[in-house]
């Protein structure tokens, strides 16, 4: 199983982003997903999670800002990112709650990172 995250890069302040996060392999079925992002020197913290049921929480400063939706047909995550700003530059990754087609168990996986900046 392998995410593979897309869509980072350089944007102005106010501007927007889009990313994306596929999700490949055997995969029975995919829970929880979620944004994290990590600025360096400080740890890796959730940005925003979607759950199974569609449900979804943020964390506080992005909320109104960033909208997390998925697309369980394709097995994909996706982040909008409006009004961005200075404070959101950071290498975002995409997580996922994955049963496998050959276990009964749900593991944690985790893309590769993807850098988005934000300055003028």
């Known amino acids: 199983v392998q995410l593979q995250a897309s869509g980072g890069g350089l944007v102005q302040p106010g501007g927007s982003l889009r990313l994306s996060c596929a999700a490949s392999g055997s995969i029975f079925s995919i829970n929880t997903k979620a944004w994290y992002r990590q600025i360096p020197g400080n740890g890796r913290e959730p940005v925003a999670v979607?759950?199974?049921?569609?449900?979804?929480n943020y964390e506080d400063s992005v909320k109104g800002r960033f909208t997390i939706s998925r697309d369980n047909a394709e097995n994909t995550v996706f982040l909008e990112m409006n009004s961005l700003k200075a404070e959101d530059t950071a290498v975002y990754y995409c997580?996922?709650?994955?049963?496998?087609?050959?276990?009964?168990?749900?593991?944690?996986?985790w893309g590769q990172g993807t850098l988005v900046t934000v300055s003028s």
């Open positions: 979607i759950s199974s049921d569609g449900s979804t």
């Open positions: 997580y996922a709650a994955i049963v496998t087609s050959y276990s009964d168990y749900e593991y944690d996986y």
